[in-house]
């Protein structure tokens, strides 16, 4: 299974975030949302310092997908 972002960049655009400021608000990484947007893995805590700014829940911002390779 792969994890795929989608829902956090629709989720951002509908409140009025930008990159920048989830990085700044949540005390996250430039790193860590690099890595979001090549749909890496990130830690745990990343995605829950997110969803607290956000006011979500961890399904609201990710979605796990079969692999491509199919494996």
């Given amino acids: 299974m792969a994890v795929c972002y989608n829902r956090l960049w629709k989720l951002m655009i509908d409140k009025g975030y930008n990159k920048t400021q989830v990085c700044e608000q949540a005390k996250i990484?430039?790193?860590a949302m690099a890595k979001?947007?090549?749909?890496?893995?990130?830690?745990?805590?990343?995605l829950t310092r997110v969803c607290a700014l956000l006011d979500c829940t961890l399904d609201d911002i990710i979605?796990?997908?079969?692999?491509?390779?199919?494996?």
């Fill in 63 to 71: 979605e796990l997908v079969p692999d491509e390779a199919g494996t």
């Fill in 29 to 31: 990484s430039t790193n």
């Fill in 36 to 46: 979001m947007g090549r749909n890496e893995e990130v830690r745990l805590e990343v």
